[in-house]
């Protein structure tokens, strides 16, 4: 048949059957789906859950990624989704109702508390916050309206540890499911699905991605029915992944060992040069032997991310921002688990209660990257000895004023 140029232009030769095989995933985009017959068209609503569809739906770039995710986290089956917040919101909505109760460590994510209590709360789904430190005790929380317990170990800036197996044996006895937010330690560190839990959630975006250049979130189970469930809740909220970046987060896996390995040990180093310093009150890592839940973290995981907080003392909130301002290498970022070095400043103690043993002081969460170890620990001397001298400065200046 013989075609116009604006046919053509649509319609280009036909693909080359030539086998073709490279080591890299490759990326395949779509939005429509084309079928071979009119049979296929109309059952294409059965292809959801393992076929494809609609490309919102799933395309063979974003299953192999995947499959690959359920394959690390010891599941059989895994979603990916926009972001870990997309993650965590999928995960609630797919399990809970209107009249029902989900828990939630004070520890939990401070956008996903925040999105539980403001946004599933007015749609009649009651949120209890509870006390990361809890472990088995939180029996006396779980009612007959709780459908969903999260963890978060360890927590979100203080860095708790709790004891996922108790939490989860707890939770079932009371036919409540149990997710935990595993982005800390990630499949590599730690096997939520091997200690009770029913969905492994993590932000793809931290260690996976490695790079920050990715916003992706993951959802790992073993039931099906539960899939299918997460499945059909993300396309009901719209939820699509694009391709190029299910390549770049499958890239990132590759070398993902490597990249923690190395940040590990160099945290290990830093934490150590920093522990001798005066302006340092306590460092929070659950490696750290002195750290309350060092048993539980040696008993369940294996290995240490190169994410912890340091705790100044009072004194150090003069001089924090020339501090800050004075560092070269360590930049100043809400986000951690990649190739650069990162500093976040917060201060946990806004809106919780369970933080009785956390001394006042500013409190950093230290992000260690690829850079070399000696380089970023000469970047934080350099950086307190000039935030001295300022101070020095400053206070010479007032003397002389006087």
């Not at 963890?151 to 996922?164: I, L, N």
């Not at 044996?169 to 200690?195: E, I, Q, R, Y």
């Not at 924090?320 to 951690?336: C, D, N, P, V, Y």
Request: contains cysteine; proline residues 6%.
């Amino acid at each position: 048949m013989t075609k116009s140029d604006d046919t053509s232009h649509i319609h280009p030769p036909a693909r080359s059957h030539q086998p073709f095989q490279a080591v890299v995933m490759p990326v395949e985009r779509a939005s429509t789906i084309v079928f071979d017959d009119l049979e296929a068209f109309e059952k294409r609503a059965e292809r959801v859950y393992d076929g494809f569809s609609y490309g919102l739906y799933g395309t063979p770039t974003s299953r192999l990624l995947e499959d690959h995710i359920a394959q690390l986290e010891g599941a059989s089956r895994a979603l990916v989704v926009p972001s870990g917040m997309a993650a965590l919101t999928l995960a609630t909505m797919a399990v809970c109702r209107s009249g029902d109760r989900v828990l939630m460590p004070e520890t939990l994510y401070g956008p996903a508390r925040d999105m539980i209590l403001r946004f599933l709360g007015p749609l009649g789904i009651e949120a209890t916050v509870y006390d990361p430190r809890l472990d088995a005790g939180i029996a006396g929380l779980v009612d007959n309206r709780t459908r969903l317990v999260w963890v978060e170990s360890p927590g979100s800036a203080t860095f708790e540890v709790q004891d996922v197996p108790a939490i989860a044996a707890a939770a079932h006895k009371a036919g409540a499911l149990v997710a935990a937010d595993n982005t800390w330690a990630s499949h590599l560190l730690f096997k939520p699905l091997a200690h009770g839990v029913d969905i492994s959630m993590q932000a793809l975006s931290k260690h996976a991605g490695g790079h920050g250049d990715l916003l992706m979130g993951s959802l790992a189970v073993r039931d099906e029915s539960l899939f299918r469930r997460l499945k059909d809740t993300a396309r009901f909220l719209g939820y699509g992944v694009s391709p190029e970046d299910c390549a770049l987060c499958e890239r990132g896996l590759m070398t993902m060992p490597v990249r923690m390995r190395h940040s590990a040990a160099s945290a290990e180093n830093i934490i150590t040069w920093l522990s001798a310093r005066p302006e340092v009150f306590r460092i929070l890592h659950p490696a750290m032997p002195d750290h309350p839940g060092h048993a539980v973290w040696k008993r369940d995981f294996s290995g240490a991310a190169a994410v912890f907080a340091v705790l100044f003392k009072p004194e150090l909130a003069r001089v924090q921002a020339e501090i800050l301002r004075r560092m070269r290498l360590f930049k100043l970022g809400a986000s951690w688990g990649g190739v650069h070095s990162l500093i976040a400043v917060n201060d946990p103690r806004k809106g919780r209660t369970s933080l009785d043993w956390l001394p006042p002081g500013p409190l950093w969460r230290l992000s260690i990257g690829l850079e070399a170890t000696d380089d970023l620990i000469g970047d934080l001397e350099q950086a307190f000895a000039a935030a001295a001298d300022f101070a020095a400065s400053q206070r010479a200046g007032r003397t002389a004023a006087e």
